[in-house]
């Protein structure tokens, strides 16, 4: 006999949602799915080996709405859940949600809404704002960061500051289904499986955007796993996306020497990624006059001044400096000099 499920539409929306041990929020995220304004969803609900009721709330809340469909299965992790969720999803547009954030009711009308308009057949992935679900006092950072999200609204603004930070919030993305197809899904691995996703699909030339208007609440739980899983530690992230800027730089390098800008033993650390990768940096730029004019870090590479930056058809910058309001200048001064950004220039961290 067909389930219940099987019986209605194919849905529009397929909404991931991976769980573990959140009996008490999840109830909360999923109300928020229930009180879309745009009905044609289904709820895909992976349950990763739960121990604490959060299998039995969801089974219950599966029984109120035949949208809602639980996979239960043994714990693999995050992305095999991700990975069994996209699996078995029926629509063409795929909304990630996590079970301690809020959609706001209108986000799927919105998102889909978006896609589906003609002159957007181009975008692959539209994301929003969000609200930040926090203590901005005691979180300070992890606000600031939601503040420069929400300044990425455009494909353009979203795709040149990629390399800096990920540049969109996991649950607030909604995707065409055929773009896991096309480019692949989640891999697992030591790193942070959305950013990952993000470059590797912004490497293949998928463009992404926002509507500008904040759709969910992240809420920033001690528990996420942001917080407290070493593949979101900073090492990770700037590992991983080393691979990205490396191919970004073979793809316009055109024998250009490559140039980073900062030289302080941080910004030398992040960068001698690159190196794992076949890029060879050939010297740093910095604003300190005790640094530059000669060899820096025992390899003999010089460290130039901002006034010596050779034309941009002798040089590849690649600006590495995290100082609050440093990535700014640099994009300035690069500009009026001439360079284009993501030909002559990339901004990262």
């Known amino acids: 006999m067909p389930s219940a499920s ?38 895909i609900a992976v349950d990763d080996g739960s121990t604490d009721g959060t299998r039995e709330r969801l089974a219950a809340l599966a029984r109120d709405d035949a949208r809602i469909r639980v996979l239960a299965r043994p714990p693999a992790g995050l ?35 978006w896609l589906e308009a003609p002159e957007n057949r181009d975008v692959g992935l539209v994301g929003c704002l969000v609200d930040f679900g926090g203590d901005r006092a005691a979180n300070e950072g992890y606000a600031r960061h939601v503040d420069w999200l ?23 993305v909604m995707f065409r289904r055929e773009l896991v197809d096309a480019f692949g899904g989640y891999r697992a691995g030591d790193f942070p499986e959305d950013y990952e996703l993000w470059l ?13 208007a904040a759709l969910l609440t992240w ?17 990770a992230f700037f590992r991983m996306k080393a691979a990205y800027v490396a191919r970004a730089v073979r793809r316009v390098a055109a024998g250009r020497r490559v140039l980073v800008w900062g030289a302080g033993r941080l910004t030398r650390q992040r960068a001698a990624h690159l190196e794992a990768h076949g890029v060879t940096i050939a010297g740093f730029i910095d604003v300190d006059p005790k640094k530059t004019g000669r060899g820096i870090g025992g390899t003999g590479r010089p460290v130039l001044a901002p006034a010596q930056l050779p034309p941009r058809e002798d040089a590849l910058v690649l600006g590495y400096v995290t100082t609050r309001g440093a990535r700014d200048l640099h994009r300035a001064e690069l500009t009026r000099r001439g360079y284009v950004e993501g030909r002559d220039f990339f901004l990262c961290a």
Do not use: C
Not at 85 to 108: K, N
């Open 6 to 43: 099987s019986q209605l539409p194919v849905p529009r929306i397929s909404v991931v949602l991976p769980v573990r041990d959140a009996a008490a929020t999840i109830a909360r995220a999923v109300a928020s799915v229930r009180a879309q304004t745009r009905p044609d969803w289904e709820l």
């Open 79 to 113: 992305v095999a859940a991700l990975d069994a969720g996209l699996a078995v999803a029926r629509g063409a547009f795929v909304a990630r949600m996590d079970a301690d954030d809020e959609s706001h009711p209108g986000r799927f009308a919105a998102q889909a809404t």
């Open 150 to 172: 929400n300044t990425l609204v455009t494909p353009e603004r979203i795709a040149s500051n990629r390399f800096v930070e990920s540049p969109l919030a996991h649950p607030s």
């Open 200 to 212: 590797r699909w912004l490497d293949a030339g998928v463009r992404m955007a926002k509507v500008p």
């Open 219 to 235: 809420h920033d739980s001690p528990a996420r796993l942001s917080r407290t899983d070493p593949r979101y530690a900073p090492e």
